[in-house]
């Protein structure tokens, strides 16, 4: 779970290391290496790539393209923490929109813990003046759509295989992303091509070492290690992008920590 970590904030470096570049470009060079990757993958392992439930599985890669496409806007346009950290919202908005689409039950104090993440990404925006109230608006959009992606996930997990659930994203985001792209094409220069590369890779092992993890021990002890990311943010954000912020915007981030762990832990 750690090296899962640590390859996701190897990718969120990359891709606002790259900040010339339309993030809508680099998400259509990483789904192009989803793509092929997780065909030859199912090809493999003879599995019907288009599974059962098609309408489903093509409104889960819909709601994740929204999702990550926005969550690479925030990564270049705003500091790499805060926008980690807004990203964070995610669990949240899976525990509220389940009530809807999977008819979870919550319990009341777990309403209090999502008062005090949203309170701390208000924190953050406020006393942040590199975070405009739009930025902060797409921030949260990435959320509410992984979200509702998790939420479509837990509702096919029954009749899917997750490879073809992983497969769906690419299928469904590659047209949509380059016909996009025609239209605000920038040609990447030298190091670039490199990167991009990379940004495939390291989502890839990212994505493989978070399964080895849920697959290999018990859901408990290793959920909360995802959200050590934030360190990781801190730490690159500071080394590459000469990122600082104020101590009030570090008490914002530990409180969306805060809210998120606290409902994981009450489910």
Not at 115 to 132: K, Y
Not at 199 to 228: C, E, P, W
Not at 236 to 246: A, I, M, S, V
Request: charged share 10%.
């Amino acid at each position: 779970m750690l090296l899962a970590g640590v390859f996701f904030s190897i990718m969120n470096v990359s891709v606002k290391y790259i900040s010339h570049l339309p993030a809508i470009e680099i998400i259509m060079f990483r789904s192009m290496f989803s793509f092929v990757a997780s065909f030859l993958i199912l090809k493999k392992k003879q599995i019907p790539p288009f599974g059962n439930n098609k309408k489903l599985l093509v409104l889960r890669g819909a709601t994740g393209s929204v999702g990550l496409i926005s969550f690479f806007y925030t990564l270049q346009n705003i500091p790499l923490a805060s926008a980690v950290t807004i990203q964070y919202l995610s669990p949240i908005f899976t525990s509220l929109l389940g009530i809807f689409i999977v008819r979870e039950k919550l319990k009341p104090l777990q309403f209090l813990y999502f008062a005090i993440a949203f309170g701390g990404v208000l924190l953050i925006e406020g006393f942040d003046p590199r975070i405009s109230p739009w930025w902060l608006f797409v921030g949260i959009i990435s959320a509410l759509f992984s979200g509702l992606a998790y939420n479509i996930i837990r509702k096919i997990s029954s009749t899917e295989h997750p490879l073809v659930i992983v497969f769906y994203f690419p299928l469904v985001a590659l047209p949509l992303v380059t016909v996009v792209s025609i239209f605000t094409w920038v040609q990447p220069q030298g190091w670039d091509w490199l990167i991009l590369l990379g940004i495939g890779i390291f989502t890839q092992l990212a994505q493989y070492y978070m399964t080895m993890a849920y697959q290999n021990a018990q859901l408990s002890k290793i959920a909360s290690l995802n959200y050590i990311g934030i360190i990781y943010a801190l730490g690159f954000g500071f080394l590459f992008f000469n990122e600082t912020y104020d101590l009030l915007i570090y008490l914002g981030m530990l409180m969306v920590l805060a809210g998120v762990i606290l409902n994981l832990r009450s489910k």
